[in-house]
Nanobody, 122 residues
Framework: QVQLVESGGGLVQAGGSLRLSCAASGRTASSHTMGWFRQAPGKEREFVSGISVSGEVTHYADFVKGRFTVSRDNAKNTVYLQMNSLKPEDTAVYYC???????????????WGKGTLVTVSS
């Protein structure tokens, strides 16, 4: 079992930045790929970013490329999502995910955090 706890969400103006953190715990946490999904009101959950176990391979959805950066600190069992140049359309609940492989399909995720709300005002 892997437990995930997100933090760092909040209210920010358009053009601003936030950094989300996700602390993982559990015996096998450090051996899982990790990632971020988001879900806006009335919309389906969608892939944002993923990172391999080593941290050497990262993936991004097209709509965040060049603005968001994912990283992980395996010594702390923590993954981060640095979000810059935020837009109102980035408003959503952001969920941390963990699994055996990076996947863009929510159905392929093994573990979820409870989410943290990011609100971007115009």
């Amino acid at each position: 079992q892997v437990q995930l706890v997100e933090s760092g969400g909040g209210l920010v103006q358009a053009g601003g930045s936030l950094r989300l953190s996700c602390a993982a715990s559990g015996r096998t946490a450090s051996s899982h790929t990790m990632g971020w999904f988001r879900q806006a009101p009335g919309k389906e959950r969608e892939f944002v970013s993923g990172i391999s176990v080593s941290g050497e391979v990262t993936h991004y959805a097209d709509f965040v490329k060049g603005r968001f950066t994912v990283s992980r600190d395996n010594a702390k069992n923590t993954v981060y999502l640095q979000m810059n140049s935020l837009k109102p359309e980035d408003t959503a609940v952001y969920y941390c995910s963990a699994g055996l492989r990076v996947t863009i399909n929510p159905a392929g995720v093994n573990y979820w955090g409870k989410g943290t709300l990011v609100t971007v005002s115009s």
